[in-house]
């Protein structure tokens, strides 16, 4: 079946940090990733995607690479900043199975100054 | 092009009480998705539907949880005799088919 896998949080870093969120899949046919961003109080917004094997998803200054042979999407920033504060969520959609989303657990991100 | 809306956004109800969420789409899509995310987990798909047609409710328990999505109107999820095991925050989000799905901002059920 689909599952995905998030590095447990919470996750407190340094402003200018750099930042790594891991993220590993099992899906059954051929997935898109993605990673969301869900401030305090507010519903989950699209960060950044990616559709098939070897494809880069970046967005302010966030990137992460879809990789087949390790099955992973993990999420890096090279330098953190306070406004990213927010839980960060993996997910992957298989049209084979349905075109349901289906989310890691989250991980907390609390950047301070 | 106004997102994903929801309301309420906030729904406090008594043990018993029947709780109705609402979502409209963006304009344009045709597909709808509800999720549930309990404290401290992730989102837990529940329902995808299209006009006037549930596509898959295998996250649907399989009481007291209904949904629907009219052909005018917004999707409405329905939760029959709450229980506090139901507080939880609702997202719904839509699609025009393929390709990733805009979020509403939720809905933060409260059962007391």
């Known amino acids: 079946g689909n599952s995905v896998t998030q590095m447990e949080g919470p996750v407190t870093l340094s402003e200018e940090a750099f930042l790594t969120i891991n993220c590993t899949y099992t899906?059954?046919?051929?997935?898109?990733l993605f990673w969301y961003v869900q401030y305090p109080g507010e519903g989950l917004q699209l960060l950044l995607k990616?559709?098939?094997?070897?494809d880069k998803g970046s967005n302010k200054g966030f990137e992460a690479t879809y990789r087949k042979e390790t099955t992973s999407f993990h999420l890096e920033k090279g330098s953190v900043q306070v406004s990213d504060s927010a839980v960060y969520f993996c997910?992957?959609?298989?049209?084979?199975?349905?075109?349901?989303?289906?989310f890691g657990t989250g991980t907390s991100l609390t950047v301070i100054p | 092009n106004a997102g994903v809306m929801q309301n309420p956004r906030h729904l406090v109800r008594r043990r018993g009480q029947e709780a109705r969420l609402r979502c409209s789409p963006m304009?344009?899509?045709?597909?709808v998705y509800w999720y549930r995310q309990l404290p401290e987990e992730g989102l837990k798909f529940m329902v995808y539907?299209?006009?006037?047609?549930?596509?898959?409710e295998s996250g649907m328990p399989k009481e007291r949880f209904s949904a629907e999505f009219p052909k005018e109107g917004p999707s409405i999820l329905r939760i029959q005799q709450v229980v506090r095991g139901d507080s939880a925050a609702y997202f719904c989000?839509?699609?025009?088919?393929?390709?990733?799905?805009?979020f509403g901002p939720g809905t933060r059920l409260t059962v007391t």
């Open positions: 990616a559709t098939k094997a070897d």
């Open positions: 539907l299209q006009k006037e047609n549930i596509i898959d």
């Open positions: 899906a059954t046919g051929y997935p898109s």
């Open positions: 997910a992957l959609k298989d049209a084979n199975t349905g075109n349901q989303f289906y």
């Open positions: 989000a839509s699609s025009p088919g393929s390709g990733h799905g805009y």
């Open positions: 304009k344009g899509h045709s597909h």
